[in-house]
């Protein structure tokens, strides 16, 4: 049975670090977050979760085991209701039905995992700082093939049983996806995931290599495609035709992780130093900070992406989602013109060393 701390405004609040399994069945991340000194952390990532629904009583146990997936859904509803989105987990799928100016949107939360045989992304082992990557087309390369199994999935779930539900047929639906796929996902940003979706594909590594060229940043390039180590091309560019019409958005987020609570929870006391940076208008120059979490400024929102689709056949206003450094990619005129609204003001990376 898992701990209830208190209970607030007829909110049960669970308590998600009183250990409910076997220590040798914890998930190296949430082992990693016992020790004293992530107790602020702690408390907070319980407050995110006041009022969450834990509709098959296996919440707690799934988190300690597996991590990831529960975290990110924990994030999502504390980001939907920073949002003031009104939030139903009545429904045992899909995971949330949020609500904002009479407007429902259907939200499937996943994942993504590393492939069979690759290193997990919380692998510490003794070459970890030596492998921090210096270039990103591998790294990006990776996360382009796990974003796109992880969609397409998902859409096939949709097309097989979601969409058949009362509460589902003629909604928007969102799949929200948060990647840990690989070591240093944190650092993809949108790189990968805007090329899944509009074949765009932000070239850091041409610009890493030749600065003098590029003085406004590196080029975007079309792919077309992306290649497997078996050598099957996935296509890239799933939003640039109706083929995908049931998904109206994807939500993403790489810099959701353990350190957005140490970013956060660390006001008043706790040695936590915070390393990010930042997208800072007006054209978007690429900021290093470097800061103690007491100084350090920065909102549960922040990281967020909503990637539209021109093509869906329930399109969601982008005034639902809108929110300051929270960007937003959606069709403009009627060239469909990608608009990347808050794209030159906004998180790119962040990471907390605790002290």
């Not at 004293?36 to 988190?63: H, Q």
């Not at 030749?210 to 497997?228: A, C, I, M």
């Amino acid at each position: 049975m898992y701990s209830l701390s208190h209970v607030n405004g007829g909110c049960v609040k669970i308590d998600f670090f009183n250990p409910v399994i076997d220590s040798k069945e914890y998930h190296p991340n949430f082992e990693r977050l016992l020790p004293d000194k992530y107790i602020n952390a702690r408390r907070l990532f319980n407050d995110w979760a006041s009022g969450f629904s834990d509709r098959d009583g296996k919440l707690v146990k799934e988190f300690q085991s597996t991590f990831n997936s529960t975290f990110w859904e924990v994030y999502l509803y504390a980001a939907f209701k920073e949002m003031d989105f009104k939030i139903d987990l009545s429904n045992a799928a899909p995971d949330f039905l949020i609500n904002k100016c009479c407007a429902d949107i259907i939200i499937e939360a996943t994942i993504c995992n590393s492939a069979l045989g690759k290193v997990p992304e919380w692998d510490r082992t003794d070459d970890y700082q030596r492998s921090i990557p210096k270039r990103f087309w591998e790294l990006n390369k990776e996360a382009m093939i796990r974003i796109n199994n992880s969609i397409i999935s998902k859409v096939k779930k949709y097309e097989k049983s979601y969409r058949k539900l009362s509460h589902v047929k003629g909604k928007p639906f969102v799949i929200a996806l948060a990647p840990f796929e690989q070591r240093f996902f944190n650092l993809q940003n949108d790189r990968p995931i805007r090329a899944v979706l509009y074949d765009e594909y932000v070239n850091e590594d041409i610009a890493l290599d030749h600065p003098e060229l590029y003085p406004d940043g590196p080029p975007t390039e079309n792919l077309g495609f992306v290649e497997k180590g078996n050598g099957a091309e996935i296509p890239l560019g799933i939003f640039n035709d109706n083929q995908y019409e049931c998904l109206s958005a994807v939500i993403f987020n790489n810099a959701a992780t353990f350190s957005k609570l140490q970013a956060l929870a660390n006001k008043k006391g706790g040695k936590v130093m915070i390393s990010s940076t930042w997208s800072t208008p007006p054209d978007g120059k690429v900021k290093h900070i470097e800061k103690w979490s007491s100084d350090y400024e920065e909102k549960i929102t922040d990281g967020l992406m909503i990637f539209h689709n021109p093509f869906a056949k329930n399109k969601i206003e982008p005034e639902l989602f809108r929110a300051e450094r929270v960007c937003q990619v959606y069709p403009g005129d009627e060239d469909w013109t990608l608009i990347f609204e808050n794209y030159e003001d906004r998180l790119l990376t962040r990471t907390a060393y605790t002290f």
